[in-house]
Structures are given as C-alpha cells and as structure tokens.
C-alpha cells in the first residue's frame, strides 16, 4: 500500500512525520488518484451513476469520500464485543461495561483501530484516551430502557468520545435502538484536541423511546451529533439522521467551553423521527468565533411544543454557546415570500455570522444521503480522494478543496478554492 506525502493530503491536520498507512482490512477498499487525478475523477462519476429519487433509491453511493483516514503508528487494534464488557483488556470496571478506557493504561497516546460488529448493550460505548481513533463500519444498537423516567436514561448515548488528541475518523456507522438518547458526542479536555471525521454514518431515531424530552434545560437533549468540548475541526461528509428533538449541536458544556475551529457539513439530511414531533432546534451552530461551511444540508422541520404550526428554517436554526435560550442567527429566506417550510426554501446567512452556503428544507433530490442497509455491519468503504486542490484553483464544492471552501466572488459565477 503506498503512502501518501503531507503535500497530497486533503487534511494538514498534524506537523507529525507521515506515518504507516492503515492496513486494509475486511470490508475497506483504498482507492487513490495520486497522479491520475483526470482518470479517478472520470471512475469516480462512473461508479456513483445518475441521482435518484427518494422513491427509486436502491443503491449506496460509491463516490470517493473526501477525508481519509489518518496515517497510524504501530496501531492497537481492538475488538468490541456484541454483548457485555466492551473490551476485553481496556474495560476495567465490570459495572461500567459501556466504557473503553485507554487512559492510565499505557495507550493513552497510541493510535488505535476499534473494530465493531453489532454492539447489543445498554449505554453504547464511551471511548477514552487514544490519539488516532479509527472506526470503519459496524453498528450500534441501545436497547430500551426499563425506566423512561430514570434520570440515567439521559446518558443512553451510542457513542460518546472523549480525550482523543490526533484524529477521530468515524465512517460507515448504523448508530439505533430504542433506547439511544444522543447519538455521538465529544468531549476532548485534553491537549491537542482532536478533530473528527463522519462519513457515510446513518442515525435512525434519537431520543429513547418513552423518554419525555422537552426544551428544559433539565430534560433529555436527544441529539445527532453533540459537541461538549471541542473537537478542533469537525467534517461531514454523507451523514442521514432522525431526532426527536434536535440535529446537530454545538453547545458546549457550560461558561469557557471550547469550540471547533472549522466546522463543515456536507451531504446532511435530518427528519423528525415521527412527522408530528416537536423537533426543536435541528441545527445550533458554534459561536460565531467557528467558520462554518455547508454544502446541500438538508432538514425538515417538526412541530412546536404545543403542536400548533410547523417550525420554519428561521426558527430551527440558532446560534450555540453556554446561554439559554440559543440566539436566533442573521437570516435570508428564499425564495421571497416562502413559508420556511415547503420542499427546496433554503437560507442563507448573513456576511457578519461567518457562515457559507445554505440550508433546505425537504428532501434531497438523491433521496437519504446514506440509505438503509448502506452502513452498518456489512459496510464497504468506497475508498477516498487522497488529493485535494490548493487555493485559488476552480473547485465544483467544497471537498474538492484542501482548505473545504468552494466560493464563488460575489457577483461571480466561477468557484475558486478559497
């Protein structure tokens, strides 16, 4: 397997030497375009075929995804059991079978590859300690709760991170069941906080079964992805999501929190789990300190509280932070005199937020960016784009470009890499 130099990296995400490459194992196709970019790209359309509507979808999409694993170093590799203790060396605490702690163990700073096949247990898994964190397909499922009004329900998290310090790479995830609350959170305290790749993961449904949640501060957040304390950057790229109440969400954990530097979001679709639910906020985006890109993020909106109206884009989409409630953001509904909530309204975001790109509302013309039965157990990597475009080259989006921003000069039509 050739390694690919800093230089033909999409992230500089580390000033550490290149690393061994992760080896290929069951499941994982690498596929590079180093000095082919002409013949990958062509391959690449190829394989991903015509879009489909949500009607006709049948198959996984087979495009390169644009962020590759991080280069490992001597990796551990671990495998997480279906039922029970999580590990079988890095679970010290048999009343705690949920957590794998690589802290104080010696692996603290090791690069690890975690290898899932169908975890069957109540609280998912929380992670602990390692520096590169790799997880490529597998599932999660968190089975109901015997108690919905048991105050422990509300840490029924699939998958929770915390203190990774190099590269947390997530893709081909199915995160579900009954009983999940959050989906994925993160919480890195220690130094230097990791940033985190998602891709092609699918969320079906959180918000525990029975579990009131309510916009309270005390009451169950169920959320897709929560971020407590950092990471450093955060990238998506083909997430698929339903809540019961909200999306993504940068809040923080409290007054001083820290927040990703760069945040972006392409190929997102979110729903409420039911038509009819009181989804409150589907996106809380970082303080205006974080640069965010967006790139075809979809969502529908659910109901308010009392069940009287709809929510629109400008009602579910706020600004994060430590306050209650969330600050409303400087938005553009489009096209004039939209509702906010009618298939293809989209906002846009006004020069001072620090926010490119838009929001829809509806469905993605491709259907689910990640369908049923294309992550999970028997996921397959379509492979990655190993090269990415320097600044001030034309760009069609944002993952063609090292730096994720495909801009267009106001007023013009032609997007250069920024």
């Known amino acids: ?14 000033d550490r030497p290149a690393r061994a490459w992760l080896p290929p194992t069951k499941n994982r196709l690498f596929l590079f375009r180093r000095g082919w970019p002409h013949l990958a790209l062509l391959i690449a359309l190829l394989l ?28 551990i590799t671990v495998t997480v059991h279906n039922f029970g203790p999580a590990t079988t060396s890095y679970t010290p605490n048999p009343n705690q079978p949920w957590i794998i702690d690589f ?11 975690l290898n899932i096949d169908n975890r069957r247990q109540a609280r998912g898994l929380s992670i602990h300690c390692g520096r590169d964190l790799v997880i490529i397909g597998g599932r999660v499922y968190v089975p109901p709760v015997s108690d919905p009004l048991d105050p422990s329900v509300n840490n029924q998290r699939a998958l929770n991170f915390r203190d990774q310090t190099g590269t947390v790479h997530i893709e081909g995830l199915l995160l579900e069941g009954p009983g999940m609350t959050d989906a994925m959170t ?7 906080r990791a940033a985190v790749h998602i891709q092609n993961v699918r969320i079906n449904d959180a918000g ?52 990703p530097d760069e945040i972006h979001l392409e190929k997102v679709d979110i729903v409420p789990t039911n038509n009819d639910d009181n989804v409150n906020d589907v996106l809380i985006l970082a303080p205006d300190s974080t640069h965010h890109s967006l790139t075809d993020f979809w969502m529908r909106t659910g109901w308010n509280h009392s069940g009287s109206y709809r929510r629109t884009l400008l009602e579910s989409i706020v600004r994060g932070g430590s306050g209650i409630p969330h600050p409303f953001l400087d938005m553009t509904l489009h096209p004039a005199g939209a509702d906010g909530r009618t298939q293809g309204n989209f906002v846009t975001f006004g020069p001072g937020e620090d926010v490119d790109g838009e929001v829809f509302w509806g469905n993605p013309a491709e259907g689910d960016f990640v369908p049923h039965g294309c992550a999970g157990t028997n996921y397959n990597s379509p ?3 190993t090269s990415c475009l320097p600044a001030n ?13 495909c801009r267009a000069a106001i007023g013009g039509f032609i997007k250069t890499c920024r």
Request: charge should be neutral; glycine fraction near 8%.
């Open 393 to 405: 080259r034309v760009c069609s989006t944002n993952s063609d470009c090292c730096s994720g921003r």
């Open 103 to 113: 802290c104080n163990t010696g692996a603290q700073n090791r690069d690890i590859v």
């Open 208 to 259: 525990a079964d029975g579990v009131p949640v309510s916009p309270d501060p005390a009451a169950p957040h169920p959320d897709l992805i929560q971020t407590w304390e950092g990471p450093r950057e955060l990238r998506v790229y083909r997430l698929t999501g339903s809540t019961r109440l909200q999306g993504i969400s940068m809040t923080g954990s409290g007054p001083g929190s820290t927040f």
């Open 48 to 75: 991903s075929g015509p879009a489909t509507t949500a009607s006709a979808q049948t198959a996984c999409a087979n495009e390169l995804l644009p962020y590759e694993p991080p280069f490992l170093n001597s990796p």
């Open 383 to 385: 492979g990655y784009l």
């Open 186 to 192: 993160f919480e890195f305290n220690r130094l230097p």
């Open 1 to 14: 397997m050739p390694q690919i130099s800093s230089a033909n990296r999409r992230l500089h995400l580390s």
